[in-house]
T-cell receptor, first 116, second 119 residues
Framework: DTAVSQTPKYLVTQMGNDKSIKCEQNLGHDTMYWYKQDSKKFLKIMFSYNNKELIINETVPNRFSPKSPDKAHLNLHINSLELGDSAVYFC???????????????FGSGTRLTVV | AQKITQTQPGMFVQEKEAVTLDCTYDTSDQSYGLFWYKQPSSGEMIFLIYQGSYDEQNATEGRYSLNFQKARKSANLVISASQLGDSAMYFCAMREGTRGGGSNYKLTFGKGTLLTVNP
């Protein structure tokens, strides 16, 4: 029973294409995130949503557009893919700390995007 | 400026020995949380241990313990009795306080330490 699931796990596509990565969590968490892990393994946040509201947008090109249809889903759409977009993209979720839970960051298994 | 610094790009340890992975952090917040994650070669991010800034005791989870020295702003991970399966990338991360609203809970990661356990 996967807590945070991402699809697809692997994505190979040509430059200029548009692609989407889907993420779903069944933990009842309030906040969801997209992180990018580059070829040097560095993890950097891209976006976060809290209850469908965009909270964090970290200087990500406009070609990247997150969409959260509901609290349990956060999708990432990428337009006009470039070679530099090749990376592993992780979805994560966390519980709102105001409810008293100290931690609860759970990551999906990642989507390895390769742009050729 | 880097908020999380992991100064050891790679570490080697003999099986069954203990190893310490270093992490220092920079924040002006009073309330923050520190995390360690493990990323094996299969790629998933596995939560290991958490330390809150107000926690008086060092966190422990099985073979993992966090050596929290608040004044020095360090949060080193100690793995006791290393096993071959501990070979992986280890990331230190920080969640800062709720400045700007209660939902700004992003984790900021260090660059990681690649641990290799030798038989």
């Amino acid at each position: 029973d996967t807590a945070v699931s991402q699809t697809p796990k692997y994505l190979v596509t040509q430059m200029g294409n548009d692609k989407s990565i889907k993420c779903e969590q069944n933990l009842g968490h309030d906040t969801m995130y997209w992180y990018k892990q580059d070829s040097k393994k560095f993890l950097k946040i891209m976006f976060s949503y809290n209850n469908k509201e965009l909270i964090i947008n970290e200087t990500v090109p406009n070609r990247f557009s997150p969409k959260s249809p509901d609290k349990a889903h956060l999708n990432l759409h990428i337009n006009s893919l470039e070679l530099g977009d090749s990376a592993v993209y992780f979805c994560a979720s966390s519980q709102d700390l105001r409810t008293g839970r100290r931690y609860g960051y759970t990551f999906g298994s990642g989507t390895r995007l390769t742009v050729v | 400026a880097q908020k999380i610094t992991q100064t050891q790009p790679g570490m080697f340890v003999q099986e069954k020995e203990a190893v310490t992975l270093d992490c220092t952090y920079d924040t002006s917040d009073q309330s923050y949380g520190l995390f360690w994650y493990k990323q094996p070669s299969s790629g998933e991010m596995i939560f290991l241990i958490y330390q809150g800034s107000y926690d008086e005791q060092n966190a422990t989870e099985g073979r993992y313990s966090l050596n929290f020295q608040k004044a020095r702003k360090s949060a080193n991970l100690v793995i006791s009795a290393s096993q071959l399966g501990d070979s992986a990338m280890y990331f230190c991360a920080m969640r800062e306080g709720t400045r700007g609203g209660g939902s700004n809970y992003k984790l900021t990661f260090g660059k990681g330490t690649l641990l290799t356990v030798n038989p």
